[in-house]
């Protein structure tokens, strides 16, 4: 049995069109709360990250900055909702090479910067049963 690459569930994104009147909904239908909020320019979106209780997972808010922003995109091909997974991995490089050996498309050639200082890629869809899967490396 193959040993799984991944330590845990990171994070699930939603895609939002409205940023301050989601996290609102958020808070006050679920009584949570922004743990990390920040402007990601280079993938083009506001985003907060909400912690799911004591679990160290976190729905993940993302609202496009532009209409070119791939949640843009994203809103304007299905609404707001579910736009994500992610997994939390300990080495991103060593999970990138085995998953392109086992013949997964990931986005990038190199990480990204992720939320807090993470490092971060994504399967394709085409390779993760038509779920876009994020690759979270946290910041050490």
């Known amino acids: 049995m193959t040993k799984t690459l991944f330590e845990a569930i990171d994070h699930v994104g939603v895609a939002v069109?409205?940023?301050?009147?989601?996290?609102r909904f958020y808070a006050e239908t679920y009584g949570m709360t922004v743990a990390h909020e920040e402007i990601n320019e280079e993938q083009g979106v506001r985003e907060a990250m909400l912690s799911v209780g004591d679990s160290?997972?976190?729905?993940?808010?993302?609202?496009p900055l532009s209409d070119s922003s791939p949640i843009a995109k994203f809103l304007d091909r299905n609404g707001p909702g579910i736009q994500q997974l992610a997994y939390r991995v300990s080495d991103l490089d060593e999970v990138s090479a085995i998953l392109r050996e086992r013949g997964a498309q990931l986005l990038y050639d190199e990480p990204r910067r992720g939320t807090a200082g993470s490092r971060v890629n994504f399967i394709h869809p085409k390779s993760a049963g038509g779920i876009l899967v994020e690759l979270v490396e946290p910041a050490r």
Do not use: H, N, T, Y
């Open 17 to 23: 069109a409205d940023f301050d009147e989601a996290v």
């Open 56 to 63: 160290g997972s976190s729905i993940q808010l993302l609202a």
